[in-house]
């Protein structure tokens, strides 16, 4: 018998937890993605209007900070491994 056709192993509490939480997170990171992509397309018209000056540096700056808290949820989820990350 080949191992394909033996039956599937149940999973145990813990790999369905950490399946649930990378959902979690995966879902967290594409709201992030979406957010992204609109703050730029708003800075970009603003920038493109030329009457708030403000609005668009808000903008430059939440762009920034949004790619910064997703780079860090990135890499402290899928690219951590086992070790803890101490605040």
Same mark, same amino acid.
């Given at each position: 018998? !080949?191992?394909?056709?033996?039956?599937? #192993?149940? =999973?145990? %509490?813990?790999? %369905?937890?950490?399946?649930? *939480?990378?959902?979690?997170? !995966?879902?967290?990171?594409?709201?992030?993605?979406?957010?992204?992509?609109?703050?730029? +397309?708003?800075?970009?018209?603003? %920038?493109?209007?030329?009457?708030?000056?403000?609005?668009?540096?808000?903008?430059? #700056? *939440?762009?920034?900070?949004?790619?910064?808290?997703? +780079?860090?949820? #990135?890499?402290?989820?899928?690219? %951590?491994?086992?070790?803890? =990350?101490?605040?």
């Amino acid at each position: 018998m !080949s191992p394909l056709s033996e039956p599937v #192993q149940q =999973r145990s %509490a813990q790999q %369905a937890a950490l399946e649930t *939480a990378a959902g979690h997170v !995966s879902d967290v990171l594409l709201n992030l993605e979406h957010t992204l992509a609109r703050a730029k +397309k708003a800075q970009r018209l603003i %920038a493109k209007d030329g009457v708030d000056s403000n609005a668009e540096l808000a903008l430059g #700056q *939440a762009i920034k900070d949004l790619e910064r808290v997703r +780079k860090r949820l #990135q890499q402290d989820t899928y690219f %951590a491994g086992d070790s803890l =990350r101490l605040l």
